[in-house]
């Protein structure tokens, strides 16, 4: 019964818990609204002018469809963002988004109610700790937005990283005589093992293209899919070196150069804080070893002094 009655309240807890976060989520802003406005505004009425006659009941359902219907589309646009910050992590299986959602609602019902269940198998009261039920399904909401930041970030680091090697590839290619759209598919194959975070997103590049889609609108999704400034930059570079058609492997060789420069400017700021970042270990570990070290002998010695002359 103890059992019963702990899973019904973590349940319930739950559930408040999400229909308060579905509660607030992001509103359509202003423009948006008006624009579906207008848009409906202009939509051929098929309905005959008897049947346009409201009641209260039917203006009312109305209105409520009208709301669901922005929450739809706000929901639409949430999961839009969501599936952009999942490319930016890597995962771009149609599947990613709902895997996700999945992930958060499990954890954010499944960490209270391991806590429930554990409390009653050790039998502990529940009732005294039913304010960590709510806490423990907001961490289960939490949690997996901030480790797909947190990839979102080493990801990022690792194109950086990898872009100079890229670029110089792509230079030898062009230079060489391939295409760009040939370089680019040349080097996702050349750095699939050493860098395969930048091959894929080459890669994937170079599908687009090869399916059609516009050469300046695959560079910039791709500069967007990767949120790495020098990759825009690389893409603002290419899109204006074919627009103006200048030499392709002369600006691909300068912006090579440049990037070469930028790594090792970023390998010497790295290095200037180590300095820095070592005053930490040294005081609270290294310290204290030393000292104790150092200063120990002579503080038994002093102790055995001390006590002779006390006898």
């Given at each position: 019964?103890?059992?019963?009655?702990?899973?019904?309240?973590?349940?319930?807890?739950?559930?408040?818990?999400?229909?308060?976060?579905?509660?607030?989520?992001?509103?359509?802003?202003?423009?948006?609204?008006?624009?579906?406005?207008?848009?409906?505004?202009?939509?051929?009425?098929?309905?005959?002018?008897?049947?346009?006659?409201?009641?209260?009941?039917?203006?009312?359902?109305?209105?409520?469809?009208?709301?669901?219907?922005?929450?739809?589309?706000?929901?639409?646009?949430?999961?839009?963002?969501?599936?952009?910050?999942?490319?930016?992590?890597?995962?771009?299986?149609?599947?990613?988004?709902?895997?996700?959602?999945?992930?958060?609602?499990?954890?954010?019902?499944?960490?209270?109610?391991?806590?429930?269940?554990?409390?009653?198998?050790?039998?502990?009261?529940?009732?005294?700790?039913?304010?960590?039920?709510?806490?423990?399904?907001?961490?289960?909401?939490?949690?997996?937005?901030?480790?797909?930041?947190?990839?979102?970030?080493?990801?990022?680091?690792?194109?950086?990283?990898?872009?100079?090697?890229?670029?110089?590839?792509?230079?030898?290619?062009?230079?060489?005589?391939?295409?760009?759209?040939?370089?680019?598919?040349?080097?996702a194959q050349e750095l699939k093992l050493a860098h395969p975070d930048i091959a894929q997103e080459l890669q994937l590049c170079a599908l687009e293209i090869r399916a059609g889609k516009p050469r300046d609108e695959a560079f910039r999704a791709l500069g967007e899919r990767t949120g790495v400034r020098d990759m825009k930059?690389?893409?603002?570079?290419?899109?204006?070196?074919?627009?103006?058609?200048?030499?392709?492997?002369?600006?691909?060789?300068?912006?090579?150069?440049?990037?070469?420069?930028?790594?090792?400017?970023?390998?010497?700021?790295?290095?200037?804080?180590?300095?820095?970042?070592?005053?930490?270990?040294?005081?609270?570990?290294?310290?204290?070893?030393?000292?104790?070290?150092?200063?120990?002998?002579?503080?038994?010695?002093?102790?055995?002094?001390?006590?002779?002359?006390?006898?």
């Open positions: 019964m103890v059992t019963a009655v702990a899973v019904l309240a973590c349940v319930t807890v739950m559930l408040l818990v999400l229909a308060v976060y579905y509660a607030l989520a992001p509103q359509a802003p202003p423009v948006v609204e008006r624009l579906e406005h207008l848009r409906e505004r202009r939509t051929v009425r098929l309905v005959p002018e008897a049947e346009e006659r409201k009641t209260p009941l039917a203006d009312w359902a109305r209105r409520l469809l009208q709301s669901v219907g922005q929450r739809f589309s706000s929901a639409n646009r949430t999961h839009e963002a969501l599936r952009r910050r999942l490319m930016r992590a890597g995962f771009y299986g149609e599947a990613a988004v709902a895997n996700y959602n999945g992930i958060r609602l499990a954890l954010a019902v499944g960490l209270p109610l391991v806590f429930t269940v554990i409390l009653t198998l050790l039998n502990i009261s529940v009732a005294g700790m039913m304010f960590a039920l709510p806490l423990l399904a907001l961490v289960g909401l939490v949690v997996p937005s901030l480790v797909l930041d947190s990839m979102i970030t080493r990801r990022r680091e690792r194109i950086q990283r990898s872009l100079a090697d890229a670029v110089d590839l792509m230079v030898a290619c062009v230079e060489a005589g391939l295409s760009i759209n040939a370089a680019i598919l040349r080097v930059a690389l893409v603002a570079m290419l899109i204006q070196t074919e627009r103006f058609g200048t030499s392709v492997a002369r600006a691909l060789r300068v912006f090579a150069d440049s990037l070469r420069t930028k790594r090792r400017q970023r390998a010497e700021e790295a290095a200037a804080k180590t300095t820095i970042k070592l005053i930490f270990p040294l005081v609270f570990f290294i310290f204290p070893a030393i000292l104790v070290v150092l200063l120990g002998p002579g503080l038994i010695r002093i102790m055995e002094t001390l006590g002779a002359l006390r006898k």
